[in-house]
């Protein structure tokens, strides 16, 4: 059992350090094709789920005498990122060789961009909670080819630590990927956790706005590392980072960030360093653990990709990629807002929630604005907090529409519809068939419903004269009884109805 970790009190650490912070997102483009190889791409939407191994092509196995070719719709998509990002876009990029030893892609080295990157010197507006923008800067977003993945087996949890064996999956090597680097973030102070949270929301925006990812972070199309080092109070070095790996979540991004602040802070208080190293965060215990050394550029041999000519994109394409852009997140939120008829509370429960995207096609898929936001953040959330997981990889916003179709056509209670969405996230169907599996439909034949009424009447004879009387809440003890008798599938409006209408006569 690894031993308890120390940490420090978040305002005690913030009193003593400065944290200094700094991100690196890796985006998973949705071409139907990889990176340098005419293999399917599991990151388009048509890919999800393929089996292991039956994505690949010889180039992305790594075998003797494939060569790459480059994906010219990978191209563009990085480019209009680039744009997107306030980016200065080269005018000739090349790509390199980076070599170190990957157990799932074949050839041993990754496929990058190193001196020469396609998109470089940045900057996005990141909103925060209370409405406050900060903005981060951006070195340089460049193209790359993603590493397969390994699953470890035998071993608790997954991880390598104690497994027997490791099978690798190479569907993903291959996948093209734009790496987003920041300069080094300072200022944050107290806001460091939330900063990092809503950095990484704001380039999932950014991309699905451009419609180039699927940017699932569960899925891992979108992948956060967090560099995070602390410097004393009043001290001009920097001090030494750590990057907290992978971290798949904008809510984990957010504890990842708090948690190695308390844990340099901690270190350094009594008298030790800080081991420039990746660290893995767990989901499960809310804590990072060391992975390998940090390696420094010199390590990884970088040279010049021999088999690939220079990108070199013509000044007519640049610009009219940057014509097709869309708006920037923040415009789009605000045109939302305003087109949603939300209030400012309203509005911020939404993007706090990391859930603009959800909504916003939740109400392209025919549900009211309001409808689609008391799902997401209320039950949807809900249950993901209750799970563990974040709300969009619960369930889809197609689903959710055609869910408040059903309550918007009688067919569904409030009640009725939390039971249906619960399937859905279970994996039971789309909502009708859920509806029709387990019989939930509301029963709106006024034969059974007043069958019942009568029944309950029969066991209060007293109600009727009560209500008769002017004491109409006496209705209730009866729509009660009925409601229960239909096991909850009536509408208790038209119950009532009924209940005054027999009360009448």
Known sequence: MAAKVALMDFDAALEMFE???????????????????????????????????????PVDMGLPGALPVVNETAIRSSISLGLALG???????????????????????????????IA??????VELSDGTTVTVDIERAHMEEDAGKLTHMGGAAGRIQGAEYSLVDYNRAGVPLVEIVTKPIFGAEHRAPEIAKAYVQTIRDIVIGLGISEARLERGNLRCDANVSLRPRGQEKLGTRTETKNVNSMRSVERAVRYEIQRQAAILAAGGTITQETRHWHEDTGTTSPGRPKSDADDYRYFPEPDLLPVAPSLALIEQLRAALPEPPAARRRRLQGEWGFTDLEFQDVVNGGLLAEVDATVAAGAAPASARKW??????????????????????????????????????????????????DGEGSPQQIVDARGLAVVSDDGALIAAID?????????LAKIRDGKVQAAGAVIGAVMKAMRGQADAARVRELVLERAAQ
């Open 87 to 117: 980016c200065s876009i080269a005018p000739s990029s090349r790509f390199a060789r980076k070599n170190y030893f990957y157990p799932d892609l074949g050839k041993n080295y990754q496929i990058s961009q190193y001196d020469e990157p």
């Open 120 to 125: 470089f010197e940045g900057a996005v507006e």
């Open 376 to 425: 997401w953040t209320g039950e949807v959330s809900r249950i993901a907090n209750a799970r563990g997981a974040e709300p969009q990889s619960l369930v889809a916003p197609a689903d959710v529409a055609a869910l408040q179709q059903l309550v918007d056509a009688g067919t569904l209670t409030d009640k009725l519809a939390r039971q249906v969405l619960e399937g859905m996230i």
């Open 19 to 57: 944290p200094v912070l700094g991100f690196e997102v890796h985006v998973e483009l949705n071409t139907r094709t990889k990176m340098f190889s005419p293999a399917a791409n599991p990151a388009h939407p048509d890919n999800h789920g393929a089996a292991p191994n039956t994505l690949v092509a």
């Open 455 to 463: 029944e309950a009447l029969a066991a209060q004879p007293d109600v």
